[in-house]
């Protein structure tokens, strides 16, 4: 049997659950930085007149504009590897059913 592969339809809809759970963690964790907003205030004077704020609120920008590239990019897989495992799945249980019509004969 060499050269062949073979697909374990439960795994691989057990591993997209899992990143189902890790995609939805993300979104939390982005959720919570949106709501935290930094103030001018937050800082001090030196940090206001540093503008430390605005540095600190682009970095969120971009840590949470990554965190939505991540959220997109894992939910694609996701969405992939559970198309692949209800696509082998079914093969399976396609082929179980032949061997069933078969063994009835």
Not at 17 to 42: C, F, Q, Y
Request: charged share 30%; with cysteine; glycine share 8%.
């Amino acid at each position: 049997m060499a050269g062949r592969i073979t697909v374990d339809a439960g795994w691989l809809e057990q591993y997209a659950d899992r990143i189902d759970g890790t995609t939805d963690d993300l979104r939390r964790v982005r959720d919570v930085m949106k709501a935290s907003s930094l103030r001018p205030e937050s800082f001090g004077e030196i940090g206001r007149t540093l503008g430390s704020a605005q540095g600190y609120t682009r970095a969120a920008e971009l840590l949470n504009s990554q965190l939505a590239r991540a959220c997109d990019t894992l939910d694609a897989a996701a969405k992939g590897l559970h198309a692949v495992a209800k696509q082998h799945g079914h093969s399976e249980e396609e082929a179980l059913q032949h061997i069933k019509k078969v063994d009835r004969r």
